[in-house]
């Protein structure tokens, strides 16, 4: 079945850029019918969502963090990446990469917009300090 | 943009007992609206798309409902492993932008 996994550094220190790859195993990320998506969590605290990608390389971000923030996709390697720029303690979070399932399909057959992660990684602890 | 609000924040309930949460969009999202569980220290898991779908392989004890800017998550009857923290998640403004709720953490009375 499908897996995703995060890969990067634990800690990154203050200013610099943090990096993670997810890794996905079982099937294909150049699927139509799927974006793929970072999604963090800080301590304690509600899901926030980071932003996403298609296999052709569209992208949307969470516009709170648009200017930070860059996401890319290897289909050869079928991995996407995150990189987020100066960053601060306010950083620091798990975080996890999934897919996104962009539909459905009714009991008549008609296809309707879900747009939800249905699979997610088991997610990577991010902290930043110097 | 569209806001999520949850009700309540936290509650406390027995094992057997009927649960409901709600979640309140601050604008109409139709039925564009999916459930999450997260237990401590484990990646959510999605529940209920569609406002009312249940997901494959979720228990039947789960149920969703509403359209338009309210909706609710009910468990009809609490099991110990359904101790978790449920969040909402709106697709109407998708893929734009993606919007979590607060959260709603159920825990043991």
């Known amino acids: ?109 008609y296809r309707n917009k879900l747009d939800a992660f249905d699979i997610w990684g088991q997610g990577t602890m991010v902290t930043v300090s110097s | 943009d569209i806001q999520m609000t949850q009700s309540p924040s936290s509650l406390s309930a027995s094992v057997g007992d009927r649960v409901t949460i709600t979640c309140r969009a601050s604008q109409s999202i139709s039925s564009y609206l999916n459930w999450y569980q997260q237990k401590p220290g484990k990646a959510p898991k999605l529940l209920i798309y569609a406002a009312s779908s249940l997901q494959s392989g979720v228990p039947s004890r789960f149920s969703g409902s509403g359209s338009g800017t309210d909706f609710t998550l009910t468990i009809s009857s609490l099991q110990p492993e359904d101790f978790a923290t449920y969040y909402c998640q709106q697709s109407y403004s998708t893929p734009r932008l993606f919007t979590f709720g607060p959260g709603t953490k159920v825990d043991i009375k």
């Open chain 1, 1 to 109: 079945q499908l897996q995703l996994q995060e890969s990067g550094p634990g800690l990154v220190k203050p200013s610099e850029t943090l990096s993670l790859t997810c890794t996905v195993s079982g099937g294909s990320i150049s699927s139509s019918s799927y974006y793929w998506g970072w999604i963090r969590q800080p301590p304690g605290k509600g899901l926030e969502w980071i932003g996403s990608i298609y296999y052709s390389g569209s992208t949307y971000y969470n516009p709170s963090l648009k200017s930070r923030v860059t996401i890319s996709v290897d289909t050869s390697k079928n991995q996407f990446s995150l990189k987020l720029s100066s960053v601060t303690a306010a950083d620091t979070a798990v975080y996890y990469c999934a897919r996104r399932v962009l539909y459905y399909y009714d009991s008549s057959g």
